[in-house]
């Protein structure tokens, strides 16, 4: 008898999703493929090129055959460099015992999860969210419990909402800060008061610091930094946004040894090493000059006031300024309900296929009346889309 040939997929994978935001740049890709001359406001990607200096040293590493497998969890001296940097960033004290090196933050989140999560635990996260957190607690087999924060708030989270949320099985909470996709900022007290609520129960406290270094107001802080932080605190830190290296693809957590350990143990079994390449590149990131970092955000801070204002003068638009980060995220609910579009995708596709502008619903992100737009993309392009207004050709016709 021919066995019957088993071509289902795994349970595991129908827990995830294709991220939105993902699709949204191959959306964008295929349309400029058949020659459409898209403004792409959908990828959270600096346009900047990596700081040159970042580039020789992996042009040197490349030259002198650095070229090898390292260990698992990354190399010790870019262990060392990140907790130096990460000490002179913000007064923490980890040990490279302490860090991991992974292939960018999204793994660094992922591997983590994987190592802490387990079958029903809760994991509470802020609305609107950055789209991988809750595939990757759902992949992890944990339940996201969704905290709502409220636009005429500016998107404020505040530890007495967190601690409605909370349960015997919470097991992590996860803070962005600056957020993706708001821009919104935690208060520090606010962050300080989450601390105590979560270190005082044992529950884990994830810090996604992926947009730390850019702020408009405040000056950097990091959680981590607070006394007894480092045995719930759990940092995900990357390189990609802060020195313009997305494609690299090097991040690193800073948590408690185990863990580390745990999650590179993971990490072997599955893409080994970050690149050695890009480990030598991201040294001399974090530990060579960083002039780079303000100038980006100088130019971020052109671009917010460039955007937020224009998004304003919609009639019936209304939109937060980011605190952080580079992206505007309005509330575009008053193009909903005509000319057929009923939600924050038709609305994205409707403003793709008109206007040949991407940006990226705000359902990828937990709402459903806003859109977000990256202004990590050039001036050029922001004076570029139609009327040098970013969602106006929506609103016509
Ligand atoms: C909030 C947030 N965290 C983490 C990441 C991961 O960045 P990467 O994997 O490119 O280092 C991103 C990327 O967009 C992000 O927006």
Known sequence: MTPTLKTDIAERISRISVSSTMKVAAEADKLRREGVDVVDFGAGEPDFPTPDNIKQAAIRAIEQNYT???????????????????????GTSYKPSECVISVGGKHVLFNLTQAVVQDGDEVI???????????????????????ETQEENGFKLTADMIEKSLSPRTRMVIINSPSNPSGAVLDRAEFEKIFEMTSSRGIYLLTDECYCHFLYGSSPFSVASLPGAKDTVLVAGTVSKTYAMTGWRIGFGLTPESLASAMAKLQSHSTSNPTSIAQKAALEALSGPQD??????????????????????????????????????????????RNGVNTTLDFAARLLKDASVAVVPGEAFGTDRHIRISYATSMKELAASPGGNPVRPAFVG
């Open 125 to 147: 996260i802020p609305v609107p969210f950055w789209v991988t957190y809750k595939d990757i607690v759902n992949y992890a087999g944990g339940k996201c419990v969704f905290v």
């Open 292 to 337: 780079s970092v303000p100038v980006m955000l100088a130019e971020y801070r052109k671009r917010r006031e460039f955007v937020v204002p224009r998004l304003r003068q919609i009639p019936g638009v209304t939109c937060n300024m980011p605190e952080g980060a580079f992206y505007a995220y309005p509330n575009i609910s008053c193009a909903l309900g």
């Open 68 to 90: 090898k497998y390292t260990p698992a969890g990354g190399t010790a001296e870019l262990k060392k460099a990140v907790c130096e940097r990460h000490a002179a960033d913000f």
